[in-house]
């Protein structure tokens, strides 16, 4: 069970002097090799976990399949965890705080909370019922509250920069300690979003997207891998599927991690 320094560790790593980079894992094996690689926290993706669990992203896999992945993933690493909720699994924000309720008992230091193509209302509803069940809790539990609005292409292209802060100060006024905007990869765009919150900006990067300490002169605080990493893996596979039953070859399991290293990131923690 994670202690409440380590609640307020993941809160303090927060900071555009040196961006939270987080590698998106979907189980125990993916977090034991992001914190070996020298991870300061471990995040989950939704995606990752709901394809690893035989589901489509998007609400749509078991609440109590995700937090078994959830407490695996935070027994398996000693770094603090946070994790992807979608929308909070749950179809009122009572129901979405009882989420919030059980993955703080499965050890997390922090949870995404989305918004979708919901209301604003909805989300910040949410957010006061995640931020309310932490508090029951006596948790410390970093709370980042996820607009779409540039992820999904919502409203009108002219007015999505203003959009986008509006429903972010809502989320912030409603309890969220951080806000994510996914779909960003401007350099000026990011400066305006990072400029005008008073809470850390999340932004979602891969190929082509500034250097996480590039984000950071930005003034990003946190940096997300989102499910990229996960698809990459996937793609992996693919190719050693196609390679073994197309011309018989293995060349795409060159590049594997060696059996004893692997497996000894889990003898090592028991």
Do not use: K
């Amino acid at each position: 069970m994670i202690h409440t320094s380590d609640r307020s560790l993941f809160r303090s790593l927060h900071t555009p002097a040196r961006p939270l980079a987080l590698a998106n894992v979907w189980d125990a094996a993916s977090a034991r090799i992001v914190e070996a690689a020298g991870a300061a926290a471990i995040a989950t993706t939704s995606a990752g976990v709901a394809w690893s669990l035989g589901a489509p992203d998007g609400d749509r896999v078991s609440r109590d399949l995700v937090l078994g992945v959830i407490a695996r993933i935070t027994a398996a690493v000693a770094v603090p965890v946070t994790v992807d909720i979608e929308g909070g699994y749950g179809g009122t924000p009572a129901e979405v705080a009882d989420t919030v309720a059980r993955v703080l008992e499965a050890g997390a230091a922090g949870v995404n909370i989305e918004d979708g193509a919901r209301p604003p209302g909805a989300l910040a509803d949410r957010v006061t019922a995640a931020r309310a069940a932490a508090d029951r809790a006596g948790a410390d539990l970093f709370v980042n509250a996820r607009v779409d609005t540039y992820l999904l292409g919502l409203g009108d292209p002219a007015t999505r920069l203003r959009d986008t802060l509006d429903r972010a100060r809502s989320y912030v006024d409603a309890g969220a300690d951080g806000v994510f905007v996914p779909g960003v990869t401007d350099p000026a765009l990011i400066g305006e979003l990072a400029a005008a919150l008073t809470v850390p900006l999340n932004v979602m990067a891969g190929p082509g997207a500034p250097t996480v300490a590039e984000l950071g002169v930005l003034g990003v605080a946190r940096v997300s891998l989102g499910s990229g990493m996960a698809q990459a893996a996937y793609a992996t596979a693919r190719r050693a599927a196609l390679d073994l039953h197309g011309a018989g070859g293995y060349d795409s399991l060159r590049h594997g991690i060696d059996y004893p290293e692997l497996n000894g990131l889990f003898t090592a923690t028991g």
